[in-house]
């Protein structure tokens, strides 16, 4: 494992000034926070999120290097129209932050009222091993969540992939969780997304037709972040916890985009407050060994 530093302002400027960055989940908390980064070292932002309003907030608080499009990014249809619509309006593809996510699940930890925390508790949405039944039957869990955590960056990555292939190259970067890598028994669901994520990430950033299009993916495994997404917890307030702000995962982002190609692609960041330590290298020796022919089963 191996800590890199923030890139300097100079060195980010000079790597996305004029590129034209799509960045999900844009309205606030770790995507405002890329795109407004981002942004600031000259980058043309479109930032996307569901909320129309918030998004529109956002864009302008950003100011003239930002311009905004609604999308819901769990429906293939809206995201080949959401790119088709920068290509057509911005201009071509260089830069994109799959960030946009959701998690049910942490509304558990959020309440400290008792009889709220058993009311959540017992409905399949919040609780996937809840007995919550319906005319006697036992109610299924929500999968939104996959819809959103995974569905989302699985089009993203295949649309990214396509139009960067086409223009000679990119940079697309995920936001993954500590959760991707270390299991949280308190959100299972949410877990296993990030998991997913991790997965494909990992993978998809190996094969050749990706390689050799100059494409470099990398992903970003933030601990906990001081976000609207976990207000309400106690670990916020607690002093001994380690916790990052969005500009934290932001710089983490950036120092993914600004590095080299071969020093981005197939990288994972963790993030833990300023501190920024790329992790897949201790894995890819492991990983390479595995995915020998001799080693398949």
Not at 261 to 278: D, H, M, R, Y
């Amino acid at each position: 494992m191996t800590t890199i530093p923030r890139p300097n302002s100079d060195a980010l400027t000079e790597n996305i000034s004029n590129k034209v960055a799509i960045v999900t989940g844009a309205a606030r908390g770790i995507g405002f926070a890329t795109a407004n980064l981002l942004a600031r070292h000259g980058a043309r932002v479109v930032l996307v999120d569901l909320q129309e309003d918030a998004l529109k907030s956002a864009a302008e608080a950003i100011g003239s290097q930002a311009t905004y499009k609604t999308c819901d990014v769990s429906d293939w249809d809206q995201q080949i129209d959401l790119f088709q619509w920068v290509l057509d309006t911005v201009g071509p593809i260089e830069v994109v932050v799959c960030n946009a996510a959701i998690n049910p699940e942490i509304a558990l930890l959020q309440t400290q009222d008792p009889e709220r925390h058993a009311q959540l508790n017992g409905q399949a949405r919040y609780n996937y091993l809840a007995d919550e039944t319906k005319e006697g039957r036992l109610q299924r869990p929500s999968t939104q969540l996959f819809d959103v955590n995974i569905n989302s960056v699985v089009f993203g990555l295949k649309l990214a992939i396509h139009h960067m292939k086409q223009r000679g190259g990119g940079r697309i970067v995920v936001t993954g969780s500590a959760g991707s890598y270390l299991p949280v028994p308190s959100q299972p669901l949410y877990t296993a997304s990030k998991h997913a994520v991790l997965g494909i990430v990992r993978s998809t950033a190996l094969i050749e037709e990706v390689a050799t299009a100059n494409i470099a993916i990398s992903w970003i495994a933030p601990w906990l972040t001081l976000t609207s997404m976990v207000e309400g917890l106690e670990a916020t307030t607690q002093a001994n916890t380690l916790k990052s702000s969005p500009e934290d995962v932001a710089w983490a982002i950036a120092a993914s985009v600004a590095s080299p190609l071969n020093s981005a692609n197939a990288k994972g960041f963790w993030v833990q407050g300023e501190v920024i330590t790329e992790v897949e290298g201790a894995y890819g020796e492991l990983g390479q060994r595995l995915i020998r022919p001799e080693n398949q089963f």
